[in-house]
């Protein structure tokens, strides 16, 4: 059997299964990229609920595998070598998923490249505006007056989606085939529904959004990886 002893967190939220991938996350856009990255590579994996309360992303036992105080993180027992691996960072584990199954990340070094590029758009772009808009729009900052701040997430998030809008004419999905960039941007496109702010990001105006998002959310892997770990 693995030994984990070697990772704090795991004293925190111990290993039930200690041969299989333990995820460390909380169902946000960013935390339910792995769990259905996990499902839709059929990787074995335990899943932890970390929330993002401060007593569990900023505890000692989080800090020793992320020092960023961030979910998601994992631990693979089988990482390179055969040797346990812990890693934080979506795109980075995204990255190594795929790798490590040869699944979902193109065929051939140039389709690798496309994969990687649109997956770095969602990291660089895609992730920070939509996470401000949802801190102006429906979080604490929705109580500030000023509103500068909205509306300067709300034009950049619709300009993103015009830019998904355009990729997607004539494709399904963002590369050609689906791929670890599309697990990574749809979440960020269903939270804009989440949050209820549709309307005010004009996705009514960007028909290859809606039905993208609709194809996502319709795989099996996808429904199950959304809810998980579960909220409650």
């Not at 991938?21 to 909380?26: E, K, R, S």
């Not at 770095?120 to 979080?139: D, E, N, S, T």
């Not at 085939?177 to 960020?188: E, K, L």
Request: aromatic residues 10%; contains cysteine; charged residues 20%.
């Amino acid at each position: 059997m693995t030994d984990l002893s070697a990772f704090p967190i795991t004293r925190r939220w111990p290993a039930t299964d200690p041969e299989a991938i333990q995820l460390y996350a909380f169902p946000t856009p960013n935390g339910v990229k792995i769990s259905i990255a996990l499902e839709e590579l059929g990787l074995r994996y335990e899943a932890h609920k970390v929330t993002l309360k401060p007593e569990d992303v900023k505890s000692p036992a989080f800090l020793s595998l992320n020092p960023n105080g961030k979910i998601p993180a994992i631990i693979d027992p089988n990482g390179p070598n055969g040797a346990p691996l812990g890693l934080f960072e979506s795109g980075a584990i995204l990255i190594y998923l795929a790798e490590k199954t040869g699944r979902l990340m193109g065929n051939g070094t140039a389709e690798r490249l496309e994969v990687l590029q649109w997956l770095m758009f969602q990291m660089a772009g895609i992730g920070p505006m939509f996470g401000q808009l949802g801190f102006f729009y429906r979080g604490e900052g929705a109580s500030i007056q000023d509103r500068r701040a909205k509306d300067r997430y709300i034009a950049e998030t619709r300009r993103l989606l015009s830019v998904i809008e355009t990729r997607l004419d004539g494709q399904d999905w963002l590369c050609g085939s689906y791929s670890i960039a599309d697990i990574a941007t749809a979440p960020w496109l269903r939270m804009l529904c989440l949050i209820d702010a549709r309307e005010a990001v004009g996705w009514w105006d960007h028909p290859n959004c809606i039905a993208y998002l609709d194809r996502f959310l319709a795989r099996p892997a996808v429904q199950r990886g959304l809810v998980t770990p579960p909220r409650d």
